[in-house]
């Protein structure tokens, strides 16, 4: 049964733009609400929308443009947060929902029925489950499956002061409310499965019944099969379809039988041209195979002349290589250097004025570097004269400097004080910090003094002008033209030398291709003479296989060939017909015993209609409903003089729940009753429900209005004894003081305007 737990409203109707909502704790309250309040907002229309998302009227406030209802109820030992958020639609609101189910039960940090502002429900988010659909609709439908239909849960747990009166109801209609609230609507909808099954097998039957498009194509085969047969040259003669041939078009399957035929005939003249076939095709494997070789070998012929073509190609080029090399050439220019090596040493045996013999040079190439050596030194020597210079320019600078320096240090130490008409001799002890900065600096001063004349003494212990000079002087003495002149000479006749030897490298690299290619040569007209002799084997028997084929292709476009494989073509396609035609003579006998089988069927599901119709609602309120009737009438006996019994009867083809009332003028009908005694019986039909039931929740709403003061004390008590005997949430709005008096809640529930 479904128990409710909480519901939160934002931008409600009555609410304004605040938010509320109701903690459904356990207990028994009465609610204290004036008219406009909004009770029947929250306590009723609130959940109702919540759940089934119906309503008579718009609960978005009008001055808001979204606004959400939010229940947590539960369904067993499962429980549900179901969240509507609302938007202004053009004719009506608009609402998105979503589902989550989770496993704790809720928290609330609030003991007060009703609270503003706040949401009390306390749970951990990580532990809802979303119940994803595709759209709205999917996520109700899925919704509707946990919960009862509408109907029952606003007959088991709401009473509205303007609820119909299931009493009031047509016979029919109470047999409706009746089954929802003992969950027997699962009747109906079997019924209505067996009656549309029925319906489906109706159908079959008739769509079954008409063989017109099964005749059709039994015409059109017998049609075919006829004429395929005069071109069948049967041995033995037979006449079945010429006898047939009249009647083709007119011929039904009722009325039709391949019996007559003599089948076999066809069967055994088909298995002679087969065996006659198959020589047929083995002349055909061997004219496909041949046609194979001939391929084969005309594309290995082709392959192997190309290979001959480019290996004549690849001789011929050789042939052209080894013609471009010269054998005598090599012989000519090893002459040559013999004679570069006679003229070299000519040179070398020349006498020539030793005009080195100071520098011990054995020839121009030393002298040069040693000339090079001795200008090099030169320039460094005049680099360090200039140094010195700078440093001795520097260092007279610097003592200049100091100098200057030490006769400022004296000025500023001369300060005449008026005070003793004299020289203060104290001024640097006064300006101590001064004095002692000033004799920092000229102590660096010195220092760099000093360490310029320290320089100049360990670098330049000698004049190095005249040093220069000499080196001046010998390098303007040097002649050796002469050397020059036969350094030259020996030079070119070297690089002649060098040129033939990498000539002479060149001719012999050419001999030895001369030989790789004379070799390569030799090879390449042995694998052309072998190419050409596997050419000419190929050839041979590829006009082989030409003449065996010649002879095949001559064999088989006899007529008595081509007559053969035209007739089995035919015959085959007379005993594939023969096959469709004897399928569709076994597709209607199976047909006729699907549509006997179909009609049992049929008979079978108008009686189990029947049965779920009457008998089985019957037996299922047997034992329910009298059960019921005795809990209505215990309440009865509380405030009334009357009783009522109920029973399920037949009226023509409908079930109704027939309801009379008992007292001691006999029995008569409901509609006989005054209004506030039918006010009363509808009291009483909601807690028969609720006990029986055993529902957690229960609201009444304004339910005993204009009753005289003995019956409101009466209800009052029934009331009382009600909810004294059981645990539940018990919620009733009402204006009557004897019943706001009486003894039987937790606690008021008052509601106002603001």
Request: proline content about 2%; some cysteine.
């Amino acid at each position: 049964m479904i128990n409710l737990h909480a519901i939160y409203y934002r931008n409600i109707w009555p609410f304004e733009s605040k938010e509320c909502s109701l903690f459904f704790k356990q207990g028994k309250f009465l609610i204290k609400a004036p008219i406009g309040s909004g009770k029947s907002m929250l306590f009723f229309d609130g959940p109702t929308y919540a759940l089934y998302k119906t309503s008579k009227r718009n609960l978005l406030n009008i001055h808001s443009k979204e606004g959400e209802i939010s229940l947590v109820f539960s369904e067993g030992e499962q429980y549900y947060l179901i969240q509507r958020l609302l938007t202004h639609g053009k004719r009506s609101d608009s609402c998105s929902s979503r589902l989550r189910a989770f496993k704790q039960p809720p928290m609330f940090d609030q003991e007060d029925i009703i609270t503003y502002n706040t949401w009390p429900l306390k749970i951990d988010h990580s532990q809802l489950e979303e119940i994803v659909m595709k759209n709205g609709s999917d996520l109700q439908q899925n919704l509707n499956q946990l919960l009862p239909p509408e109907p029952v849960f606003l007959s088991t747990i709401f009473l509205l002061q303007d609820a119909e009166n299931i009493f009031e109801m047509q016979p029919a209609e109470r047999l409706i409310v009746l089954k929802n609230v003992f969950g027997l609507l699962g009747i109906d909808e079997a019924k209505e499965q067996v009656n549309e099954e029925r319906k489906q097998t109706e159908n079959k039957i008739k769509y079954l019944q008409d063989q017109s498009l099964q005749n059709s194509k039994l015409n059109k085969r017998l049609a075919e099969a006829y004429e395929l047969n005069t071109h069948i040259h049967l041995p033995q003669k037979n006449t079945f379809f010429e006898d047939l041939h009249p009647l083709i078009k007119q011929l039904s399957l009722q009325d039709f039988s391949l019996n007559g035929l003599e089948l076999q005939l066809y069967k055994e003249y088909f298995q002679q041209l087969q065996s006659q076939e198959k020589e047929l095709i083995a002349d055909k494997a061997k004219q496909e195979q041949l046609q194979k070789q001939i391929s084969e070998k005309s594309h290995i012929i082709k392959e192997y002349q190309e290979k001959e073509k480019k290996l004549n190609e690849e001789i011929a080029h050789l042939e052209q290589r080894i013609a471009s090399i010269d054998v005598q050439k090599i012989e000519t220019i090893k002459q040559e250097k013999l004679a570069l090596y006679e003229q070299i040493n000519t040179l070398d045996t020349m006498t020539t004025p030793l005009l080195f013999e100071d520098l011990k040079a054995e020839d121009l190439e030393e002298v040069i570097v040693m000339i090079q050596k001795l200008k090099d030194k030169g320039k460094e020597l005049a680099n360090l004269a200039q140094i010195q210079q700078l440093k001795q320019e520097e260092l007279a600078k610097a003592k200049e400097r100091l100098a200057n320096f030490d006769l400022g240090i004296q000025t500023e130490a001369q300060f005449f004080c008026e005070a003793i008409n004299d020289y203060c001799k104290c001024i640097k002890s006064i300006n101590k910090q001064h004095f002692e900065q000033l004799e920092q600096q000229r102590q660096s001063m010195e220092a760099e003094i000093k360490k310029l004349e320290s320089w100049l003494q360990t670098e330049y212990q000698k004049p190095i002008q005249p040093e220069i000079d000499s080196i001046k002087h010998f390098l303007i003495s040097i002649n050796f033209s002469a050397r020059e002149e036969k350094y030259q000479k020996k030079n070119a006749l070297q690089k002649q030398l060098q040129n033939l030897d990498q000539q002479i490298i060149q001719r012999e690299n050419e001999l030895q291709k001369l030989q790789k290619y004379q070799q390569e040569k030799s090879a390449w007209i042995s694998r052309a003479t072998e190419i050409n002799k596997q050419i000419l084997s190929f050839q041979a028997e590829l006009a082989k296989s030409e003449e065996e084929k010649h002879g095949i292709n001559a064999k088989l476009t006899t007529p008595e060939v081509l007559q053969l494989t035209q007739e089995l073509k035919d015959l085959q396609q007379f005993l594939q017909i023969i096959e469709n035609i004897q399928q569709l003579i076994n597709d209607f006998t199976e047909t006729k015993n699907t549509i006997k089988h179909l009609e049992l069927r049929k008979e079978k599901l108008k009686n189990l209609y029947t049965i779920l119709s009457r008998e089985l609602l019957f037996s299922a309120l047997e034992t329910d409903l009298p059960i019921l009737s005795e809990i209505i009438n215990s309440y009865l006996t509380q405030v009334v003089d009357y009783q009522i019994s109920m029973q399920v009867v037949e009226s023509g083809e409908k079930i109704e729940l027939e309801v009379k009332i008992k007292d001691a003028k006999g029995e008569r009908e409901v509609k006989s009753l005054s209004w506030g005694q039918k006010t009363i019986l509808k009291l009483v039909w909601m807690l028969a429900i609720s006990s029986y039931l055993n529902t957690p929740i229960l609201f009444l709403d304004e339910t005993i209005n204009n009753l005289d003061a003995d019956t409101v004390g009466k209800v009052s008590e029934m009331i009382n004894n009600f909810v004294k005997q059981r645990t539940m949430k018990f919620y009733t709005v009402t204006h009557n003081q004897e019943i706001q008096d009486m003894d039987i809640r937790d606690q008021i529930i008052e509601i106002n305007n603001n």
